[in-house]
C-alpha cells in the first residue's frame, strides 16, 4: 500500500528549498574574487635582513619609502615568452634575461624605486607579469611608478616611516589607508610579514585594484577592486641594516 503524504507537503518543501536558495551565497560569491590587477610594494630593510651581500642591499639607506615590486593580473604569467627564458627566469639568472627597453629618465626612475633591478628584477618583473598586459614597458613601469608615487606620498608611508623600529598592526594600517584612499580601501589589502631572527618583520603589502588603472587616481582603482583578506595582522617595521645573526 502507498502512503498518502499530507497534502500541504509538496508546497512546504517548496517553500524551505526557495528560503534556501535565497539565503545561500552564489558560487561567485562563496569564493573569494581575485582583483583585475595587484600592486606589489616592498619594505627593502626588511628585504635585505637575509639578503645582505646583494648588490640592491649595498649601501642601504634608511628606508622611509616603499619599494616597487611589480604589477601583476592573478593567474596570468610568462605570456608568450621563450621557454629558454623562462627556464633562465627560474633559475634566477634574471641579468641573463633580456633587458628592458626604456627611456633613459624612466629607467633611472625605475632603478631608484625598484633596487632590485641592479640585480634585474625589472626584467624577470616585466617576462613574468609585463607580457600578459597590452601595455608597453615605457607604459607599464610608468604607471606603476606613479602608483608608487601615491602611496610613498600618502599617510601609509608616514606611519611606516613613523614606525621604524617599532610594531605597526592592522588597525594603524586601516586607519592610515582610510586617511588616504578612503574609509574602505584597507579591505582590499593584505599585509605581508615574515619571521627574521626571531622577529616578524613586515616585508610589504599588496593592493588589489581595478578599473582604469591608466587614468584613475589610485583611490578609484583601489575602489573598483574586490576585498581581500587582511594577511599578518602586526609586524616590525625594520631599520636599516641587518641583524648580526642575519649576515
Keep these: 500500500?502507498?502512503?498518502?503524504?499530507?497534502?500541504?507537503?509538496?508546497?512546504?518543501?517548496?517553500?524551505?528549498?526557495?528560503?534556501?536558495?535565497l539565503l545561500s551565497p552564489a558560487p561567485a560569491e562563496a569564493a573569494q574574487k581575485k582583483p583585475p590587477y595587484v600592486l606589489g610594494i616592498g619594505w627593502q630593510n626588511a628585504y635585505c635582513e637575509t639578503k645582505a651581500k646583494r648588490p640592491e642591499c649595498q649601501g642601504e639607506g634608511e628606508g622611509a619609502l616603499f619599494s616597487l615590486q611589480g604589477l601583476w593580473v592573478p593567474g596570468e604569467r610568462f605570456c608568450h615568452v621563450e621557454e629558454a627564458d623562462r627556464q633562465r627566469d627560474t633559475a634566477r639568472d634574471w641579468l641573463?634575461?633580456?633587458?628592458?627597453?626604456?627611456?633613459?629618465?624612466?629607467?633611472?626612475?625605475?632603478?631608484?624605486?625598484?633596487?632590485?633591478?641592479?640585480?634585474?628584477?625589472?626584467?624577470?618583473?616585466?617576462l613574468m607579469n609585463g607580457t600578459c598586459q597590452?601595455?608597453?614597458?615605457?607604459?607599464?613601469?610608468?604607471?606603476?611608478?606613479?602608483?608608487?608615487?601615491?602611496?610613498?606620498?600618502?599617510?601609509?608611508?608616514?606611519?611606516?616611516?613613523?614606525?621604524?623600529?617599532?610594531?605597526?598592526?592592522?588597525?594603524?594600517?586601516?586607519?592610515?589607508?582610510?586617511?588616504?584612499?578612503?574609509?574602505?580601501?584597507?579591505?582590499r589589502v593584505k599585509m605581508r610579514?615574515?619571521?627574521?631572527?626571531?622577529?616578524?618583520?613586515?616585508?610589504?603589502?599588496?593592493?588589489?585594484?581595478?578599473?582604469?588603472?591608466?587614468?584613475?587616481?589610485?583611490?578609484?582603482?583601489?575602489?573598483a577592486a574586490p576585498a581581500t583578506r587582511f594577511g599578518c595582522e602586526s609586524g616590525i617595521v625594520d631599520a636599516a641594516g641587518s641583524t648580526p645573526k642575519s649576515r
Design 96 to 126: 641573463g634575461l633580456p633587458a628592458v627597453a626604456l627611456p633613459p629618465e624612466l629607467d633611472q626612475r625605475l632603478k631608484t624605486a625598484m633596487p632590485g633591478a641592479v640585480s634585474g628584477l625589472d626584467r624577470h618583473v616585466w
Design 193 to 223: 610579514c615574515r619571521k627574521i631572527g626571531g622577529r616578524q618583520l613586515v616585508t610589504g603589502l599588496t593592493i588589489g585594484l581595478g578599473g582604469e588603472l591608466d587614468k584613475a587616481p589610485l583611490k578609484e582603482a583601489i575602489d
Design 134 to 187: 597590452s601595455r608597453t614597458p615605457a607604459d607599464y613601469f610608468a604607471l606603476q611608478l606613479r602608483l608608487l608615487d601615491e602611496v610613498n606620498g600618502s599617510a601609509v608611508a608616514r606611519l611606516f616611516k613613523a614606525r621604524i623600529g617599532q610594531s605597526v598592526d592592522r588597525a594603524a594600517v586601516t586607519a592610515a589607508f582610510a586617511e588616504s584612499f578612503g574609509p574602505d580601501s584597507a579591505s
Design 1 to 21: 500500500m502507498i502512503r498518502r503524504m499530507p497534502a500541504n507537503f509538496s508546497i512546504l518543501s517548496l517553500l524551505v528549498l526557495a528560503l534556501t536558495v
